[in-house]
């Protein structure tokens, strides 16, 4: 049974950092591009980062390139998201993906609010 299973979530002031992390199982997790996403209230669900699975190709929206950054380790088979210089713009709830093909799995959220 495939699980993605998010943590890290919190409360942050403006300028402050957060490492997200999401823990997978039940599907090879390697061969995987992995992916965070996120949704703010009233918002749709937008991309944020991609990492490949094998060559560690990375992707993000123009919006976190600088301040953000997505990380794996196969051997733990858990991808992470470091969000540096938070902006209250950033407060959504951020979804991990896997994706292989016409595959796609999903988490169910961990909450990240900025507010000062």
């Known amino acids: 049974q495939v699980q993605l299973v998010e943590s890290g979530g919190a409360l942050v002031q403006p300028g402050g950092s957060l490492r997200l992390s999401c823990a997978a199982s039940?599907?090879?997790?390697?061969?995987?591009?992995m992916s965070w996403y996120r949704q703010a209230p009233g918002k749709e669900r937008e991309f944020v980062a991609i990492?490949?699975?094998?060559?560690?190709?990375?992707n993000y929206a123009e919006s976190t390139r600088d301040r953000f950054t997505i990380s794996r380790d196969n051997a733990k088979n858990t991808v992470y998201l470091q969000m540096n210089s938070l902006k209250p713009d950033d407060t959504a709830v951020y979804y991990c993906?896997?994706?292989?093909?016409?595959?796609?799995?999903w988490g169910q959220g961990t909450q990240v609010t900025v507010s000062s």
């Open positions: 993906g896997a994706h292989r093909g016409s595959s796609n799995f």
């Open positions: 039940g599907f090879t997790f390697s061969t995987y591009a």
């Open positions: 990492i490949s699975g094998l060559t560690n190709t990375r």
